[in-house]
């Protein structure tokens, strides 16, 4: 058998040399961490070693070597000792106390005089007037004798930040060993990973030090900085320069694209208007039958009743008018999105050159906070329900697009190579193969942009689209709770019977078969 | 009508960016591979391909992943472009051919089953053997016939109305091959259809379309890695390594002399009991003579028609001392098997 | 083409046998299955059916059932669809017929006239006491009112008679929709019944056949939706209780003040605790606060920078200080910086709660079949709403802003930290298990690291969202980069608005490029 090997795998191993490795890591004063990284691998308990170059330099130490995390930490912490030192030593601590009490002194003063002035007068207020004076003195006394104790506190803060200094090196040399041994075991997997040590990075550690520590330092411990450290000693004048140079670019592009802009609205308006006519127009029964059958039909009973309770709470409250102007406005951006987005989703997914231009407009689209997206279109379109869909839209639009792209993109390859070995043009291939099987995809991007497009109904009747949306403003301007909460709901009601029938209706294909 | 249905004439394929210019510098500089990529950044996939397919055949492309054989097939209906080459099906240039005429070209002559089904999940296993008729625009009720007929075909009757995901892969793989037959193609395209499956199944559907292509003799062009399947089914079988042909012949002339060692390796390990026949390892008669004597007496020995095949000459073998004697045409006697030459022969040695 | 007869696998039909594969198949009967599909009229269908699918095209059929009975014949054959878009074509139709018939199309016209005659009389009345008071002038200047509005009234009542006349116009336009209705549905019917036929085949839960309680329901919906629509939109003045729902505004009153008071007397009565949350999340800030604002500029954009190289390279320090140069020289720093404090806190504050109830939720079943639609219903609130309960507690002001911007920012990484944590695979979890790993040693050493990519998503997505509501914040007082475009709004300044939504923007790209940074180098 192999009884001439070593009986146990992990206690007889034989020990590998480290030290060429650790050497080579290490570059500067090779044998030392050799001999320190030795000690830390065999030790099992917690070993402590302290390193007197990171004790001197602390932070520089950790520069030269690349231990950016430990220098910034480090840093910082001894920046903030430093500045109590910098306060106890010449900052002036009783400043702002002093300063009161030398206005309420003065404050007293006055008072005083004009104590003496009625009573030369022989007013009668005179008597309060120089009570008044004498206890505002008083306080006066009380911001002179704590001022007096804020200084005398100087010396207990330079003690503090003394002795937190020290400490803070103090740790800093009894950590750097171990984490210095870590950046090593990082660094024989990823030679990336910095190693030895180097004068570029300690001047770099120098540098980044000399900009923080006086700046710093003079910014918290002198009583009165220079006003230029607090703010960017900029005029005014750029911004509003910059501000009407764009002010008057924006009216000129509106004058000068009139006629597109008109465009728009009229046709957006015209979709809109034809919805709200049928929504708003109709008698509610009917549309009340009609959501109640469409749930049931497509997404099933329970959706049915849901679909009608929630109906009924947006009814009883008085909110139908509203809700009905709602979903126009969403209905309509949704049919909007869905007509501008799956094309350019199918474009996107074709033309690779496309998507790469599409993928970070779409990221920014939906990165932007929904208020930026406003003001251009205010600019262009003016107020009103409009612009609030077309705000809608832009906020509304990526995840279509986005899904449509990769639902397209994720078909089989060889399937589509299946139906192009058949003869399939490009029309029956999209049409017959690809948009079914991206269906699935489309239509979650379809249903998350109908939920974009609710959330954002408050944010579009900030710019004056009515319906519930504005409800929900008045009642955050007047901090109107119960307002607000029950037109919150009613938003939520709409958004949750659109998402239960859209949803709905594309799982049960899948569930039934 | 010629005989020749597929005709293949110096087909290349690069892939890359710079694919023209490294097909020029191959044509001038005959470079190897890994030249190519290294100074073109391009990848050759097919290099330099002639070969002639005849009418009925079953025309066998056997080789490693990665040797090009399903690149190959690509190309005879454009799915994927050639570099260089002359590439004529049914007599027709397929490279002259214009987007419109090429679909039709797809549509009505040549069927494609997949290594990967490649069924469309949301369409009924009818409507799948159908999609080459629809794309035709037939109407519903023809594709439907014919659906219905195909399917019986394959044996799939009274799965028409299922999915194909209530389908076993082999079940799948048999609408694969009806939908490749529905639109009755001259040619037919087989990327590795039983490659993905069990090799039970493998082997019934081996059998199904043995029998389904003695009924149909649709010319096929089959891509199989597997030498047993492509020996099996294939009429002539050619050998692909590294985007070229090494060898083209009957399965017999494969076995019985590889071209080189690469093809050796892989003919090694077949059986040759059903694949080599008497003509092929006797010894000529006059030969036989003038080394053993004239007087060596051939009249005890066995007779066996020269078309026989090693597992035969093995059984009457057995029964005799002697060697045997091979009859040609007429019943003359052509030549004389030795037990150690059928041991041989069996060996795979000459 | 070699011609054989089919060996082995054929089929078990008789006839189903055939030369070439498609060339000659063998025509393949319908029959039984549409009448089994169809159940009443079966015969008729198998017809119609076969019609249908031997044309390429669209095949001319015509079902006179669905002609006469519309919307109730689709209804009694299950086609909802159909059902929907046959009531509206009749309805629009039939609106036209009996506004032609029952309303008084000139009724509105008819009014002003009545109106303007009123006027025209007064006017006459005028231009005689003028005469009558010698006042020539004033009488002219009168009489020529007078006959302009003699002449607005004839044109009201030629008006009034084209429109009264019109109505014979809607009538006969009313019927010829009607009949060209009546007719698409007829050949509608069989087409969408024959597709129907189809899917069925290949799912028999469909509905098939002929169900009277579809054709009752369909035609209780029709009773109930076509009077009303009708007279919804013939009448002249509709009943309001048509129009508008018969909503009480009492219940809204009753509930919208019992809520107030619910949230005053929370307010009053836990004040000690929402005081002490937004003590809480007053100190974190402040401490950030000290760093952003209070330390001098040229510090705290150096190290911005700095991070910006160390993280995600060159390119995105270029980019860092291309931004932080916008924002500084216009004007923008110190909003810029208290933006990104309270964004820093409010991440912060997602990270470290959400993170954990992330691994709770992936461990429990129950605990986060309850939480899911929370978490959905968080997402899908518009942010608007929390700001309503949130001033209701805290007041406003920043710790209320930063509040509001966790409901928007927590559900992304619980979501995501659930998500990656039950995605580890359940072999490695084995695995370490199998080696005597505790829960803690394999939460920290597997489960976290493996999970890792998922989580560091989530936190990118929840600063993201953060920032986005950190602006919105700025509605109650939370100051910042949003305060400036919510005023740019208020006023439509443009040019302002814009300055502040780069600002806003270039803050989302730095912060969004620094982290994917951070976790693509792990």
Not at chain 1, 11 to 31: K, V
Request: proline share 4%; with cysteine; charged share 20%.
């Amino acid at each position: 058998m192999t009884g001439a090997r070593a009986p146990q795998a992990t206690e007889a191993a034989p020990r590998i040399d480290l030290g060429p490795s650790i050497t080579e890591f290490a570059g500067r004063q090779a044998p030392f961490y050799v001999s320190r990284f030795r000690l830390l691998l065999s030790a099992r308990k917690r070993t402590w070693t302290l390193n007197r170059a990171a004790l001197l330099f602390g932070p520089l130490w950790a520069a030269a070597r690349g231990l950016w995390g430990f220098f910034w930490l480090f840093a910082i912490l001894e920046l903030f000792a430093l500045v109590q030192v910098g306060r106890g030593l010449w900052g002036d601590l009783g400043a702002p106390k002093r300063a009161e009490a030398e206005r309420l002194q003065a404050k007293s003063d006055q008072i005083a005089a004009d104590a003496e002035a009625a009573l030369s007068r022989g007013e009668s207020g005179a008597a309060a007037l120089r009570e008044s004076a004498a206890n505002l003195a008083r306080a006066a006394e009380n911001a002179f004798l704590e001022a007096g104790a804020a200084a005398a506190g100087a010396t207990t803060l330079l003690i503090v930040g003394l002795v937190l200094l020290v400490l803070f090196r103090l740790l800093e040399g009894l950590r750097a060993d171990r984490v210095y041994e870590r950046q090593y075991s990082r660094w024989r997997s990823d030679r990336r990973v910095p190693s030895g040590f180097s004068f570029s990075r300690l001047a770099a550690g120098l540098a980044l030090a000399a900009i923080m520590f006086p700046a710093t330092l003079y910014r918290f411990t002198v009583s009165q900085p220079a006003e230029w450290l607090r703010t960017v000693p900029i005029s005014r004048t750029y911004h509003t320069g910059a501000a009407n140079l764009l002010d008057r670019w924006f009216d000129r592009a509106a004058e000068a694209g009139a006629g597109v802009f008109d465009g728009i609205t009229a046709g957006t308006e015209a979709v809109l208007d034809t919805i709200e006519a049928v929504l708003a127009g109709a008698p509610w029964p009917v549309i009340v039958l009609f959501l109640l059958l469409a749930a049931w039909r497509l997404a099933g009973v329970r959706v049915a009743i849901f679909t009608g309770a929630a109906l009924a709470y947006i009814g009883l409250l008085g909110f139908w008018e509203k809700s009905m102007l709602t979903l126009a406005l969403v209905g309509s951006a949704a049919v909007f999105c869905v007509l501008i987005g799956i094309p350019v989703g199918i474009w996107c997914a074709r033309s690779r050159r496309a998507y790469a231009v599409a993928r970070p407009v779409l990221d920014l689209m939906q990165t932007m906070p929904a208020f930026v997206y406003l003001i251009p279109i205010i600019a262009f379109f003016g107020t009103g329900k409009v612009p609030g869909i077309l705000a809608t839209i832009i906020f509304s639009l990526p995840p279509v697009i986005r899904l449509t792209a990769l639902g397209l993109t994720q078909v089989p390859a060889s399937v589509v190579e299946a139906a192009r070995a058949f003869g399939a043009t490009r029309w029956q291939l999209l049409r017959g193969v690809e948009l079914p099987l991206a269906t699935p995809a489309i239509m979650t991007g379809v249903n998350q942009t109908i939920l974009m497009c609710l959330s954002m109904v408050v944010i579009a009747s900030l710019i004056g689209a009515k319906g519930l949306g504005q409800e929900v403003l008045i009642a955050l301007q007047y901090v109107a709770k119960g307002q607000g909460i029950l037109a919150g709901l009613a938003i939520l009601c709409c958004a949750m019977i659109l998402d239960r029938i859209v949803q709905g209706h594309f799982k049960r294909p899948d569930d039934g078969a | 009508m010629n005989d020749i249905v597929i005709e293949l004439e110096g087909v290349w394929k690069i892939f890359g960016e710079r694919a023209g210019e490294a097909m020029a510098a191959v044509k001038a500089e005959g470079l190897a591979k890994s030249e190519v990529l290294e100074r073109f950044g391009a990848v050759v996939g097919i290099a330099d391909v002639s070969f002639n397919v005849r009418r009925g055949e079953i025309f066998c492309i056997m080789g490693l992943s990665g040797s090009g054989k399903s690149t190959l097939v690509r190309h005879l209906n454009r799915l994927i472009e050639p570099t260089a080459g002359v590439i004529k099906l049914l007599g027709q240039d397929v490279m002259s051919l214009a987007e419109s005429e090429l679909r039709a070209m797809r549509a009505q002559k040549i069927g494609m089953v997949f290594q990967h089904m490649a069924l469309l999940p949301h369409r009924s296993v009818r409507d799948n053997v159908a999609y080459p008729l629809e794309i035709r625009g037939e109407p519903k009720g023809r594709r439907w016939d014919v659906s219905q007929h195909t399917l019986s075909l394959v044996g799939l009757d009274g799965f028409e109305d299922r999915f194909p995901r209530e389908l076993s892969g082999g079940m799948q793989q048999r609408v694969g091959l009806a939908r490749a037959l529905a639109s009755d193609p001259d040619v037919l395209l087989m990327d590795e259809p039983f490659s993905a499956l069990d090799p039970l199944i493998r082997r019934q559907l081996q059998n199904q379309f043995m029998a389904l292509s003695e009924q149909l003799h649709k010319t096929t062009l089959f891509i199989t890695h597997d030498l047993d399947e492509a020996i099996r089914l294939g009429t002539r079988i050619a050998i692909m390594k590294d985007g070229r042909i090494v060898q083209i012949g009957t399965p017999e002339e494969i076995v019985t002399d590889p071209a080189d060692d690469y093809v050796r390796d892989f003919v090694q390990d077949i059986s040759k009991l059903k694949l080599v026949f008497a003509h092929t390892i006797m010894e000529p008669l006059e030969s036989y003579r003038a080394a053993a004597g004239e007087a060596k007496d051939l009249s005890e020995s066995p007779r066996a028609p020269e078309d026989s095949d090693l597992d035969r000459l093995v059984d009457v073998s057995i029964t005799t001392p002697h060697p045997i004697v091979i009859t040609g045409a007429g019943g003359r006697d052509v030549g004389v098997v030795t037990k150690d030459r059928l041991l041989r022969g069996i060996q795979g040695g000459k | 083409m070699s011609v054989r007869t089919p060996g082995g696998a054929g089929s078990d039909r008789g006839h189903g046998r055939s030369e070439r594969a498609a060339g000659a198949a063998p025509a393949f009967d319908i029959g039984d299955s549409v009448r089994e599909f169809a159940g009443p009229r079966g015969d008729y269908y198998a017809r119609a059916f076969r019609r249908i699918q031997s044309k390429a095209g669209l095949a001319a059929t015509f079902n006179r059932a669905a002609a006469l009975f519309g919307p109730v014949w689709a209804a009694a054959r299950g086609l909802w669809g159909l059902f929907w878009c046959f009531a509206i074509l009749e309805l629009l139709a039939l609106v036209q017929l009996s506004k032609g018939l029952f309303s008084e199309l000139g009724a509105a016209p008819l009014a002003r006239a009545a109106r303007l005659e009123k006027n025209y009389e007064k006017m006459v009345d005028r231009v005689q006491a003028a005469l009558e008071k010698g006042d020539q002038a004033g009488a002219d200047s009168f009489s020529l009112k007078a006959e302009r509005l003699h002449a607005a009234l004839e044109k009201a009542l030629t008006q009034a008679d084209e429109a009264a006349a019109g109505a014979t116009g809607l009538v006969i336009f009313g019927l010829i929709a009607l009949a060209a209705v009546k007719g698409l549905e007829g050949w509608v019917a069989n087409l969408s019944c024959e597709k129907r036929y189809s899917r069925w085949r290949t799912d028999r839960t469909m509905r098939a056949g002929f169900s009277w309680t579809g054709a009752a329901l369909g035609a209780v919906f029709a009773a109930l939706v076509y009077p009303l629509t009708l007279y919804g939109f013939a009448a002249t003045e509709p009943v309001a209780l048509i129009g508008t729902f018969p909503a009480d505004t009492s219940h809204y009153q009753a509930l919208a003040g019992s809520i107030d008071r619910g949230f005053d007397r929370a307010a009053d009565e836990l004040a000690f605790f929402f005081q002490g949350i937004a003590r809480g999340i007053r100190i974190l800030l402040d401490g950030l606060e000290v760093i952003f604002v209070e330390t001098p500029w040229p510090v705290v954009m150096t190290v911005i920078v700095v991070a910006a190289w160390r993280l995600a390279g060159p390119r995105v320090a270029i980019f860092t200080v291309a931004a932080l140069a916008y924002v500084a020289v216009l004007g923008f720093w110190e909003k810029a910086m208290s933006t990104v404090a309270l964004l820093g806190t409010a991440s912060f504050l997602c990270v470290a709660i959400g993170i954990p109830l992330g691994v709770w939720f992936a461990r429990s079943e129950r605990a986060y079949a309850v939480a899911r639609p929370v978490l959905d219903l968080m997402q899908t609130l518009p942010a608007f709403v929390y700001l309503i309960p949130i001033i209701a507690f805290f007041g406003t002001g920043k710790p209320p802003g930063i509040l509001a911007s966790m409901m928007f920012g927590l559900p992304p990484i619980v979501r995501l930290t659930a998500l990656g944590l039950r995605e580890v695979p359940k072999e490695v979890i084995e695995a370490a298990r199998a080696f005597g790993a505790t829960g803690r040693q394999i939460l920290v050493g597997v489960e976290i690291p493996l999970a890792a990519p998922s989580i560091m998503t989530g936190v990118n997505q929840t600063i993201l969202m953060c920032l986005s509501l950190v602006v919105i914040a700025a509605l109650i007082d939370a100051k910042g980069l949003g305060y400036d475009v919510l005023e740019a709004l208020q006023y439509a300044a443009k040019g302002q608005g814009i300055l502040a939504g780069f600002a806003i923007l270039f803050c989302a790209i730095v912060i969004d490029r620094m982290v994917q940074g951070g976790f693509r180098r792990e």
